[in-house]
Structures are given as C-alpha cells and as structure tokens.
C-alpha cells in the first residue's frame, strides 16, 4: 500500500509538474494586482484538484460504459504520458506554457485561474490520463482514498509553487528550470513505459 501511494503521488507530481508551472503562472498574471493573483494562486489549484478527483471517483464507472479494458488504457495512457515527457525532455514545454498562457490571458482575463492554468496546465491531458489510470486499477476503497490524497496534495504543491512564484523563478532562473524539466522528464518517461509493459503483460496473460 505504501509502495502503491508513492507511486501514485510520484506519477501525478512528475506529470502536472508545480514548479515547472511557475512560468506559465507569472505569465497569466502578469500585470494583475497582487490580490487578485493570490485569489488565482488559491482558486485555480481548487479547481484542478475537483476535477481529477470527479475523475478518480468516476474512471472506474466511465471505462465499463465505454467498454475499454484497464490493460488498453493502461497501453494509450502510457503512450500518452510518453508524449508528454518528451516535450518536457526535448521541447520546451515551461516557455510553451508561459506563452499560451500569455495568449490566453488576452482573451480570457477573468477565467485565468480555469483557463488556462486549472485547464488545461493542471488538470490536463496527462494528468486525466494518469488519474484514469491509477483509479482504474486501484477499484474502490482504501487505493482510490490514496489516489484522492495524491491528487489533493500535489494541488496544494501547486498552490504553494503559485504564491511563491516570483522567489522560486528568482532561485531558478532560466537555466535551473530547464535542468528540472528534463530530469523530470525522464523520471515520467520511465513511468510511463513501465505503464505500457504492465497494460502489454496483462493483455498476454488474459490471451494466454
């Protein structure tokens, strides 16, 4: 049990990813009174975290009314979550974020903290995926109460990362976020790979 809630709550922190959030955070507040960014700093975490948890209650329920199996989500979301560590590992997915969220602030100035920073930064394709995932296997009872506490937890990070944001973009700098983004993305890569080895085996037992 304690091994299945560090790896849920490693996953869910490697994937939303608080800190590498920052830049997207101080870029779809730029210019806005420091009140109204602690109100987004509170209210766009609150937001992520209901809606991956409505995900983590309901995934069991909506794979059996979509009739997909756990070991095919288990495959599409590790690909899934593979993508995203590439960008994080190749690309430049903290400036990508930070000039979507640019974008998004000229055209939705009073929905920041939903668009775009509880969706689609936070609670976004990967994340969705990831709570699926865990919650898909985990059935109900004292896994899916772990998953519950993952999600809550890494939301409250994001919430701490979002009221801290302009000293840890000082400590980071440029440079600093970079580094972390990739070496996260190697941990994630590494997870979800082993979610497609898992999603693969468990095909090959019920075939066999």
Not at 8 to 28: M, N, R
Not at 55 to 71: D, F, T
Not at 104 to 112: K, L, Y
Not at 121 to 129: E, K, Q, S
């Amino acid at each position: 049990m304690i091994d299945f809630a560090l790896s849920a709550f490693v996953t869910l922190l490697l994937v939303v990813d608080p800190v590498g959030l920052v830049p997207a955070f101080l870029a779809a507040t730029a210019g806005l009174p420091d009140t109204i960014k602690r109100t987004i700093a509170l209210r766009a975490p609150l937001i992520a975290a209901s809606i991956l948890v409505v995900i983590a209650l309901l995934g069991n329920w909506l794979l059996r009314q979509l009739g997909i199996g756990v070991p095919a989500f288990q495959i599409a979301g590790g690909l899934l979550l593979f993508g995203v560590s590439y960008q994080m590992i190749f690309g430049d997915r903290p400036h990508r974020e930070a000039r979507e969220a640019d974008r998004a602030t000229s055209e939705h100035a009073s929905d920041v903290a939903v668009f775009p920073l509880a969706i689609p930064m936070m609670a976004g394709p990967g994340a969705i995926a990831t709570t699926l995932l865990l919650s898909g296997d985990a059935g109900y009872g004292a896994r899916l109460a772990i998953i519950i506490a993952a999600v809550l937890s890494v939301c409250l990070l994001c919430m701490l990362c979002f009221v801290s944001a302009h000293l840890i973009a000082r400590t980071l700098g440029r440079t600093g976020n970079a580094v972390l983004s990739r070496v996260l993305g190697m941990l994630l890569a590494a997870y979800s790979v082993q979610f497609v080895i898992n999603g693969v085996a468990a095909v090959r037992a019920g075939l066999s």
